[in-house]
Nanobody, 115 residues
Framework: QVQLVESGGGLVQAGGSLRLACAAS????????MGWYRQAPGKQREFVARITSGGITEYADSVKGRFTISRDSAKNTVYLQMNSLKAEDTAVYYCNTYMIPTNYWGQGIQVTVSS
């Protein structure tokens, strides 16, 4: 059973920064693809960023150049550094990994960007 616990969310002004953390149970952050998704009110959950076991990163166009995903294998933690935040980044952010046949999600953490 995989558990993912997000932290680091909160309220920030537009242009500011936040760093989200996702602590995973077990040593999976270096052996599985780990991702971040978000869901704004009234919208579907959308992909934000992912990092593969080989360290390859991928970003949604809307966050490219502003967000950085990274991992600390010793701490079993994945991070999402968010810079130059915009009001449209306001959402609940979820950590994710997939281990056949199950898609695992964290409980989600609120990020609110005030304009």
């Amino acid at each position: 059973q995989v558990q993912l616990v997000e932290s680091g969310g909160g309220l920030v002004q537009a242009g500011g920064s936040l760093r989200l953390a996702c602590a995973a149970s077990g040593s999976i952050v270096s052996t599985r693809t780990m991702g971040w998704y978000r869901q704004a009110p009234g919208k579907q959950r959308e992909f934000v960023a992912r990092i593969t076991s080989g360290g390859i990163t991928e970003y949604a166009d809307s966050v490219k150049g502003r967000f950085t995903i990274s991992r600390d294998s010793a701490k079993n933690t994945v991070y999402l550094q968010m810079n130059s935040l915009k009001a449209e980044d306001t959402a609940v952010y979820y950590c994710n990994t997939y281990m056949i046949p199950t898609n695992y999600w964290g409980q989600g953490i609120q990020v609110t960007v005030s304009s």
